[in-house]
């Protein structure tokens, strides 16, 4: 199992240098990955652009969406913008997608809100032919046939979409019991499918470390189980969805992540990071003094 840590890309009033901060420290904390989300109507940084700032900063860790709203995006100015940020980092792009569930955001986009299941469907046929040079429509990414694919969701239909078109599967938030069973019927429909080897599996927990802040409700971490492929997982701080609670999630055969490599956006340190311990080393600014988020 490794461990992932959120960029505060959808932090209203975030500084400016937040997302780019965050992803040199979580570099330098050891951290496998980071990872941000995708909203439209809030108060949040475009994903792929947080990730290109990511990119621009470190040199090792995974950069990750869990997830991007693929059908809110028009599919060829995605596919370039991911093989970019995957040429850029040298490989290190991983693109989870999932279809969303914010109605307002579709609007905005003006994009039919209904179909959107449809959509992704034929979205990630479209991006494998683009990053295969099938349309022209370069550049072509680091990794040959594109950026690692998740499909993020319910299982039930997250799983065959990654059996047919996919690396693996990101439940996103939920109870380690949903995740046991959604491990589940993943496996089985990449059996089904007839794909080699094992499918990479994600999910998010969420953490609070450090001293009690009133009304500072908690942002999200995230774990993954190793499959075929190498795995490095992240979540990150979301604006909260109205119908959803979230709560830990992990492998069943992972052990317990060691609580100094899982975190979220911490408290202010008591003491200057000049002090030249691990801990001062290796503590996240807040991204901002106010934190309203929500779970």
């Known amino acids: 199992m490794k461990l992932g840590i959120a960029l505060p890309n959808a932090v209203p009033g975030a500084p400016g240098d937040a997302v780019t901060t965050w992803a040199r420290r979580a570099e330098e904390c050891g951290f496998d990955s980071v990872a941000v989300i995708d909203r439209v109507v809030y108060d ?21 969406t869990n997830v991007l709203i693929a059908p809110q995006h028009r599919t060829a100015l995605l596919a370039k913008q991911a093989a970019s940020i995957d040429r850029a980092s040298g490989g290190r792009l991983t693109l989870g997608v999932g279809v969303g569930v914010r109605a307002d955001d579709f609007a905005a986009c003006e994009i039919p809100f209904r ?19 099938e349309w022209g429509i370069g550049p072509a990414p680091a990794r040959p046939g594109g950026p690692r694919l998740l499909i993020g969701g319910d299982a039930a239909l997250a799983g065959p979409r990654a059996a047919r078109h996919g690396g693996g599967w990101t439940m996103m938030v939920g109870t ?15 059996r089904e499918a007839g794909r080699p ?51 830990p999630a992990a492998s069943r055969s992972s052990p317990p992540p060691a609580p100094t490599r899982s975190s979220s956006p911490p408290a202010r340190p008591r003491s200057p990071s000049s002090s030249g311990s691990p801990a001062s080393r290796c503590a996240l600014p807040p991204p901002s003094d106010h934190h309203p988020l929500s779970s």
């Open 44 to 64: 949040s940084v475009d994903p792929l652009v947080a990730l290109a700032m990511a990119a621009a900063v470190t040199s090792r860790v995974e950069l990750v």
């Open 115 to 133: 179909s959107r299941g449809a959509r992704l469907d034929r979205q990630l046929d479209e991006l494998r032919g683009i990053w295969n040079g």
């Open 197 to 247: 080897g094992t499918p990479r599996t994600m999910a998010v927990f969420y953490a609070a470390l450090g001293e009690a802040v009133p009304n500072s409700p908690p942002a999200r971490s995230a774990t993954t189980t190793p499959g075929s492929a190498p795995t490095s997982p992240a979540g990150s701080p979301a604006p909260p969805p109205p119908t959803r609670t979230p709560s």
């Open 176 to 190: 380690p019991d949903q995740f046991a069973a959604g491990v589940d019927t993943v496996h089985r429909a990449w």
